[in-house]
């Protein structure tokens, strides 16, 4: 066996195992792990180092040192795991080292994200012949599909702006609700149009727009909704609101990350109904779908305006084809075959996987509701999807029994602010957490809430 070949099977052998730990270790890594990362500090060498060693010293401390995101006990944030078909099919792609940016180099992918953009539009209820864009994240997707918004609705108003940018642009406004993600509205200041110009709506006590409060539309329009609240999981009333928005000639965009998989679930569409008359959706592979990190997906209605904000043409460039090229829809050019495990995902669930996942996960959430609620504790949201939110008493006894939690290391949860309270944030996403699981953790946040009041 060449040296090469051993260092892949070695790769590989240690990322097996890493998965394999995932179930049994503590998620969070020890205190003495964590300082063992002060190890990677090193001189940088003149000569190099070997690779075997370099692979070594890259598990024997980082592994460690790792949170168990990938793992059934990670309810932190919204972060979904990585199946292992997905996993593989990153190893594989990743091996193919391919630049996913024209479909003449690169036929295989370029299929492939072509199959997936029909099997998601499929499964969300959308339109076959909408046009998708595979990116890093929910972030970048916002950002991609509220640019594919700007140009149409300038378009519109006569202006080009990818052309002439937006010194001078007919006046545009952007109309949001008042618990718009950060990224949302991030993406919006990175596409010119203000973090905080945005006119904001009303919310209810799940932070769901109010659809009457939505000002009267005249002009160039953005209307961004959302479709899973980071808090709550709460779905802004989409179908009303494109009712209301898209008669007056405004783009309506729908941030999904996590709750527009509700749209691929029979015994949940009740939540999005009415969403397939938005004009763009954006969502994560990497929290619903389990595809290892970065991926996400943003699809526009159309698909002209998609193309028209992110295509670029050089003589060097293999544009002129029949077939689609992916960074015609992309903000990058080169890319890595970021639809490979999107493609694997789906494939490998199929419409009854994506479903039993979805339901699987938010049965867990109700699970844990229903064990708080039961000991006593506060759920401070209606727990409509995956997330669940739990007052353990005033904000400081709150604060304390989450860091408790974290610090026990069967499960990891975090914390944040919901409507002037303190509250842990429990969000079910990977693909392998089981019911035990779920007792596992329960059990360990009561005792972590006990010892807190006993001290
Ligand atoms: C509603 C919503 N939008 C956008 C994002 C950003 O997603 P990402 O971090 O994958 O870019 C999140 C992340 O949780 C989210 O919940």
Not at 55 to 82: H, N, Q, W, Y
């Amino acid at each position: 066996m060449s040296n090469d070949e051993k260092l892949m099977r070695d790769g590989a052998e240690r990322a097996i195992r890493y998965r394999g730990s995932l179930a049994g270790r503590q998620v969070a890594p020890t205190p003495e792990a964590i300082a063992a990362v002060a190890g990677f500090d090193e001189a940088l060498s003149e000569e190099g180092r070997s690779d075997a060693e370099t692979l070594a010293m890259l598990d024997e401390i980082g592994s460690p040192a790792s949170v168990a995101m990938a793992g059934p006990r990670f309810f932190g944030f919204v972060i979904g795991g990585s199946m292992p078909v997905t996993v593989a099919a990153n190893w594989l792609a990743t091996a193919w080292d391919q630049n996913s940016v024209m479909s003449a180099i690169t036929p295989a992918l370029a299929t492939l994200e072509n199959v997936s953009r029909r099997w998601l539009c499929e499964l969300f209820g959308l339109p076959q012949d909408c046009a998708a864009s595979f990116v890093t994240g929910a972030t970048i997707a916002n950002f991609t599909a509220l640019a594919a918004a700007r140009h149409r609705v300038l378009a519109d108003a006569g202006w080009d702006v990818e052309k002439d940018g937006l010194i001078g642009a007919p006046e545009l406004t952007v109309i949001i609700g008042e618990e718009a993600h950060p990224t949302l509205t991030k993406s919006l200041g990175l596409l010119g149009l203000g973090r905080d110009r945005a006119v904001r709506v009303p919310v209810d006590a799940q932070g769901r727009m109010i659809a009457d409060a939505l000002p009267a539309i005249d002009g160039p329009t953005i209307v961004c909704t959302q479709a899973g609240n980071i808090n709550t999981g709460g779905f802004d009333p989409v179908g009303d609101i494109c009712s209301a928005a898209r008669p007056a000639g405004a783009w309506v965009h729908v941030d999904g990350a996590f709750g527009l998989w509700a749209a691929a679930v029979p015994s949940m569409r009740h939540h999005v109904e009415g969403i397939g008359a938005a004009d763009s959706w954006a969502t994560d592979a990497h929290k619903w779908l389990n595809v290892p990190y970065d991926s996400g997906v943003a699809i526009t209605r159309d698909s002209s305006a998609l193309k028209a904000a992110m295509a670029i043409t050089a003589d060097y460039l293999i544009t002129d084809t029949e077939h689609r090229n992916p960074s015609d829809y992309t903000p990058e050019l080169s890319r890595r075959a970021r639809g490979v495990e999107v493609w694997a995902a789906l494939r490998s669930l199929g419409k009854r996987g994506v479903e039993d996942l979805v339901e699987r996960c938010c049965a867990h959430a109700q699970r844990f509701a229903d064990g708080l609620g039961a000991a006593g504790y506060e759920v401070l949201n209606d727990v409509v999807l995956n997330q669940v939110l739990v007052s353990f008493g005033n904000d400081a006894t709150t604060l304390r029994v989450i860091e408790a939690i974290q610090r026990d290391g069967t499960c990891w949860c975090g914390g944040t602010v919901w409507q002037g309270r303190r509250a842990m944030r429990i969000s079910v996403c990977n693909w392998s957490t089981t019911a035990a699981d779920v007792d596992i953790s329960l059990s360990a946040m009561l005792a972590c809430a006990e010892r807190v009041k006993r001290a």
